[in-house]
C-alpha cells in the first residue's frame, strides 16, 4: 500500500498549497466574506453529494477507476482556477474540484480500511491518514513560499503536476480490489453510524473555519507565517495519529475520540483570541495533537464497522458528513461575521461543535459500541 500512500501524499501536498492561498485569491477576485463561504461550500456540496454514492459503487466495481478519475480530473481542474475572471468563477471551479474529491478520498481510504488486519484498525489507517494529512501539512507552507517567491498563481501549477504524478503512481503500481460486502439499507438507520457522522461533522465544522476563514483573520502575518501556523496543525494531527495508532488499538475508542476532539474543540476556541504568532503556533500544536488523537480513535471505529456494512459505504458516509459540515461551516461563519464579526463566527461554531460531540457520545454509547482490548462490539 505505501504506492497508495505516496500518490495521496502527493495529490494532498497539491490541494495544500492552495488551501491558505484560496481567500486571498478570492479577496482579490472581489469576493465578499459570504461569496468566500460559497466558494467552499460548493466543493463540499459535490463532494457531500457525490461521495456516498462513489463509496458504495467502490464496493462493487473495485477502488482504483474512482481513484485514478479523480487524480485526473483533480490534475485538469487546476488549471482552470488560473483563468477565472471572478469570484462567481471560483465557486463554479470549486464544484467541479469537490467532484474530483468524491471519488479519490473515500475510495482510497475503502481500500486501506478493507487491507486492514483486526485488531490494528488504528495502527493502519494511522499511516494513510499520515500520508493525507502530512500531504495537506506542508502544502500550506509551501503555497506560501511560492505565493512569497513566484506568485499566487504558480501554485496552481504546483498542484496540477502533483496530481498529475499521483495519477500516474496509481496507474502503474496500485492494484484494484472490491469489497465483497453487499449494500445493506439498514445502516443508514445504524446509530453507530450516525454517531460517527455526527463526529465528523464535528470536526469538519473546525476544519471548514481555518482553512476557509483563519487566513483572513491572521492576514496580518506574512505568507510563510500563515502557511506554518495552517501546516502544524495538520501535521501535528498526522503524526499524532501515528504516535496514538498502537495505543487507540488498546483501548476505549469511543472516550478516547471524545475527551481529543472535546479538549481540540476548546482550544479552536481560544485561537482567534491568540495574540502573536508564537502563541497562535503554540495553540496550532496542542489542538492538532488533540485532534490527531481523536481522529485515529474514531477513523478506527469506522474501519472496523466497514467489515459489517461494506468499506466503501462506510466511508462514503463518513466522509459525507464532514462535507456537509464543510457546506454549512462556511456560510454560516459568513453570515455572523458579516453581522458581527470573524471571532464571533469561531466561537460560536465552536460551541456547535461541542454540542455534536455530546450527541456523538450519547449516540454510541446509547448502541453500546464498545472499542477495547482490541475488539469491538456492536451489540
Same mark, same amino acid.
Given at each position: 500500500?505505501?504506492s497508495?500512500?505516496?500518490?495521496?501524499?502527493?495529490?494532498?501536498?497539491g490541494l495544500?498549497?492552495i488551501?491558505?492561498?484560496?481567500?486571498?485569491?478570492a479577496?482579490?477576485?472581489?469576493a465578499?466574506?459570504?461569496?468566500?463561504g460559497l466558494?467552499y461550500?460548493s466543493?463540499?456540496?459535490?463532494r457531500t453529494? /457525490?461521495?456516498? %454514492?462513489?463509496?458504495?459503487?467502490?464496493?462493487?466495481?473495485?477502488?482504483?477507476? /474512482? %481513484?485514478?478519475?479523480?487524480?485526473?480530473?483533480y490534475?485538469?481542474?487546476?488549471?482552470l482556477?488560473i *483563468?477565472?475572471?471572478?469570484?462567481?468563477?471560483?465557486v463554479?471551479i470549486r464544484f /467541479?474540484h469537490? *467532484?474530483?474529491?468524491a471519488m479519490?478520498?473515500p475510495?482510497?481510504m475503502a481500500?486501506? =480500511?478493507?487491507?486492514?488486519?483486526?485488531?490494528?484498525e488504528?495502527?493502519?489507517? =494511522?499511516s494513510?491518514?499520515?500520508?493525507?494529512?502530512?500531504?495537506?501539512g506542508?502544502?500550506?507552507?509551501?503555497g506560501?513560499v511560492?505565493?512569497?517567491?513566484?506568485g499566487?498563481?504558480f501554485?496552481?501549477?504546483?498542484?496540477s503536476?502533483?496530481?498529475a504524478l499521483?495519477?500516474?503512481t496509481?496507474?502503474?503500481f496500485v492494484?484494484n480490489v472490491?469489497?465483497?460486502?453487499v449494500f445493506?439499507?439498514g445502516?443508514?438507520?445504524n446509530?453507530?453510524?450516525?454517531s460517527?457522522?455526527?463526529?465528523r461533522?464535528?470536526?469538519?465544522?473546525?476544519l471548514a473555519?481555518?482553512?476557509?476563514?483563519?487566513?483572513v483573520?491572521?492576514?496580518?502575518?506574512k505568507?510563510?507565517?500563515?502557511g506554518?501556523i495552517i501546516?502544524?496543525?495538520?501535521?501535528?494531527?498526522?503524526?499524532?495519529?501515528?504516535?496514538?495508532?498502537?495505543?487507540?488499538?488498546r /483501548?476505549d475508542?469511543v472516550?478516547?475520540a471524545t475527551?481529543g476532539s472535546?479538549?481540540s474543540t476548546?482550544l479552536?476556541?481560544?485561537?482567534?483570541?491568540?495574540g502573536?504568532?508564537? =502563541?497562535i503556533?503554540?495553540?496550532a500544536i496542542?489542538?492538532g495533537?488533540?485532534?490527531?488523537l481523536a481522529m485515529n480513535?474514531?477513523?478506527?471505529?469506522?474501519?472496523?464497522?466497514?467489515r %459489517?456494512?461494506g468499506h466503501g459505504?462506510?466511508?462514503g458516509?463518513?466522509?459525507?458528513?464532514? #462535507?456537509?459540515?464543510m457546506?454549512v461551516s462556511?456560510?454560516m461563519?459568513?453570515?455572523?461575521?458579516?453581522?458581527?464579526?470573524?471571532?464571533?463566527?469561531f466561537?460560536?461554531? #465552536?460551541?456547535?461543535?461541542?454540542?455534536c460531540?455530546?450527541i456523538?457520545y450519547?449516540l454510541?454509547?446509547v448502541d453500546?459500541?464498545?472499542?477495547?482490548?482490541?475488539?469491538?462490539?456492536v451489540?
Amino acid at each position: 500500500m505505501r504506492s497508495l500512500y505516496l500518490s495521496i501524499f502527493s495529490a494532498m501536498l497539491g490541494l495544500g498549497i492552495i488551501a491558505p492561498l484560496m481567500p486571498i485569491y478570492a479577496k482579490e477576485l472581489g469576493a465578499t466574506t459570504l461569496i468566500l463561504g460559497l466558494i467552499y461550500s460548493s466543493f463540499s456540496i459535490a463532494r457531500t453529494t /457525490f461521495t456516498p %454514492i462513489v463509496g458504495i459503487a467502490s464496493d462493487r466495481f473495485g477502488r482504483k477507476p /474512482f %481513484i485514478l478519475m479523480g487524480l485526473l480530473s483533480y490534475s485538469i481542474i487546476s488549471l482552470l482556477y488560473i *483563468l477565472a475572471r471572478n469570484s462567481e468563477d471560483l465557486v463554479i471551479i470549486r464544484f /467541479f474540484h469537490g *467532484l474530483s474529491s468524491a471519488m479519490v478520498i473515500p475510495s482510497a481510504m475503502a481500500y486501506v =480500511s478493507q487491507m486492514a488486519p483486526k485488531g490494528e484498525e488504528g495502527r493502519t489507517i =494511522s499511516s494513510f491518514n499520515l500520508a493525507f494529512l502530512s500531504g495537506m501539512g506542508f502544502g500550506p507552507f509551501l503555497g506560501g513560499v511560492i505565493k512569497d517567491i513566484f506568485g499566487l498563481k504558480f501554485a496552481f501549477f504546483a498542484m496540477s503536476i502533483l496530481t498529475a504524478l499521483a495519477f500516474l503512481t496509481v496507474a502503474i503500481f496500485v492494484p484494484n480490489v472490491r469489497d465483497k460486502s453487499v449494500f445493506n439499507f439498514g445502516i443508514i438507520s445504524n446509530k453507530s453510524i450516525a454517531s460517527l457522522m455526527v463526529f465528523r461533522f464535528s470536526t469538519a465544522i473546525r476544519l471548514a473555519l481555518i482553512i476557509a476563514f483563519f487566513p483572513v483573520l491572521i492576514s496580518h502575518l506574512k505568507g510563510y507565517q500563515i502557511g506554518s501556523i495552517i501546516s502544524t496543525i495538520v501535521l501535528t494531527n498526522a503524526i499524532s495519529q501515528k504516535v496514538f495508532g498502537g495505543f487507540v488499538d488498546r /483501548f476505549d475508542r469511543v472516550k478516547l475520540a471524545t475527551f481529543g476532539s472535546s479538549i481540540s474543540t476548546v482550544l479552536f476556541i481560544a485561537l482567534p483570541f491568540a495574540g502573536n504568532f508564537v =502563541s497562535i503556533l503554540a495553540l496550532a500544536i496542542a489542538m492538532g495533537i488533540f485532534n490527531g488523537l481523536a481522529m485515529n480513535s474514531a477513523s478506527a471505529i469506522a474501519v472496523s464497522l466497514g467489515r %459489517i456494512y461494506g468499506h466503501g459505504a462506510v466511508m462514503g458516509l463518513f466522509n459525507t458528513s464532514m #462535507g456537509l459540515a464543510m457546506v454549512v461551516s462556511p456560510i454560516m461563519a459568513g453570515i455572523i461575521a458579516d453581522f458581527t464579526n470573524l471571532v464571533n463566527s469561531f466561537v460560536i461554531l #465552536g460551541l456547535v461543535s461541542l454540542a455534536c460531540l455530546f450527541i456523538f457520545y450519547v449516540l454510541i454509547t446509547v448502541d453500546e459500541v464498545r472499542v477495547c482490548k482490541r475488539e469491538q462490539e456492536v451489540r
